[in-house]
């Protein structure tokens, strides 16, 4: 059983930062594929970045050079590092984990951008 649990959420204001955390609990293998997802209010979820065993990540144009996915294997987590947040990028954020044909999801954790 796979059980992805999300923190680091917040207020900030435009222009500052967050990192946000996805500990996993039970087995996930190396080579399965983490990322982050995120759903504003009235909107689809839409992916944010992906990282995969070798490093290679991928990220939403809208979030490209402001944000950082990167995933300690040790630790079992995932982060996503926010920076120069925008009121835009305000929503719930969700951390994936994807591995032999299955998703799993976190809980969620909400990210408000406001001044």
């Known amino acids: 059983q796979v059980q992805l649990v999300e923190s680091g959420g917040g207020l900030v204001q435009p222009g500052g930062s967050l990192r946000l955390s996805c500990v996993a609990s039970g087995y996930i293998p190396t080579f399965g594929r983490m990322g982050w997802y995120r759903q504003a209010p009235g909107k689809e979820r839409e992916l944010v970045a992906t990282i995969l065993i070798n490093g290679y990540s991928d990220y939403a144009d809208s979030v490209k050079g402001r944000f950082t996915i990167s995933r300690d294997y040790v630790k079992n987590t995932a982060y996503l590092q926010m920076n120069s947040l925008k009121s835009e990028d305000t929503a719930v954020y969700y951390c994936?984990?994807?591995?032999?044909?299955?998703?799993?999801w976190g809980q969620g954790t909400q990210v408000t951008i406001s001044s």
């Open positions: 994936n984990a994807f591995f032999s044909g299955t998703d799993y």
